[in-house]
C-alpha cells in the first residue's frame, strides 16, 4: 500500500509517500514552501497545484492528513485549516480516500505517548525508515509520521495485511 502523509500549512505543507509491504520504503518526501509577500490565494493555489502533481507522480492509495487540535493564535489556525481544505480537495479530486489523525493520535503511534515531543517523534521516524539522519525539514517528518500513523490504524483496523 502507498499511502501519503501531508502535515498541512501555509507557509510549509509537509509531505511524504510512503510504501508499506514487508517493511516500510520513504518513496518521497519534503516540502511545499509559499511565499509570505504574496496574497494567501496564491500560495493556496500553490499548494493545490503541487499536491496535484504529486499525487500524480506517485500515485497514492490513500491519504493520511494530520488535523489541527487547537492554537493560540486564531489567525495561523485560521490558515492552516485552509491549507488543510486544499489538501483535502486535492485527495476528493483524486478520489483518495482521507484518513485524518490528531497530533496526539500520531505520536502515540510513533512514539507509543501521545504527550511525546517532537524530538522523539522524529527519532523514531530515523529509526522506522532506517535513514541515516532526521528528515528535514520538520514538516516532512511530520508527514511521514502520519502516513506511519494510517498505516499503523488501517492494519488494527483490518483493513489491509501485514
Known amino acids: 500500500m502507498r499511502i501519503l502523509g501531508i502535515d498541512p500549512g501555509l507557509a510549509t505543507t509537509g509531505w511524504a509517500v510512503l510504501d508499506f509491504d514487508d517493511e516500510i520504503k520513504a518513496i518521497d518526501y519534503g516540502v511545499i514552501s509559499t511565499n509570505a509577500g504574496i496574497a494567501n490565494s496564491f500560495r493556496l493555489e500553490e499548494i493545490y497545484e503541487d499536491l496535484q502533481n ?3 507522480v506517485f500515485s497514492p ?3 493520511s492528513i494530520e488535523i489541527l487540535l487547537f492554537s493560540n493564535n486564531v489567525k495561523t489556525a ?3 485549516g485552509e491549507a488543510r481544505g486544499v489538501s483535502m480537495l486535492v485527495m476528493q479530486q483524486n478520489k483518495l480516500p482521507i484518513h ?5 493520535q500520531i505520536k502515540s503511534a510513533i512514539t507509543g505517548s501521545g504527550r511525546a515531543d517532537k ?9 522506522l525508515l532506517n535513514l541515516e539522519d532526521i528528515p528535514k ?3 516532512a517528518a511530520d508527514a ?5 500513523c494510517c498505516h499503523y490504524s488501517l492494519k488494527m483496523d483490518g483493513i489491509m495485511g501485514k
Request: proline share 10%.
Open 144 to 148: 511521514i509520521a502520519a502516513a506511519v
Open 78 to 80: 485560521m490558515a492552516v
Open 137 to 139: 525539514p520538520d514538516d
Open 119 to 127: 524530538r522523539q517523534v522524529q527519532e523514531n521516524v530515523k529509526r
Open 54 to 56: 504529486i499525487v500524480k
Open 61 to 63: 492509495d490513500c491519504a
Open 100 to 104: 485524518q489523525y490528531t497530533p496526539p
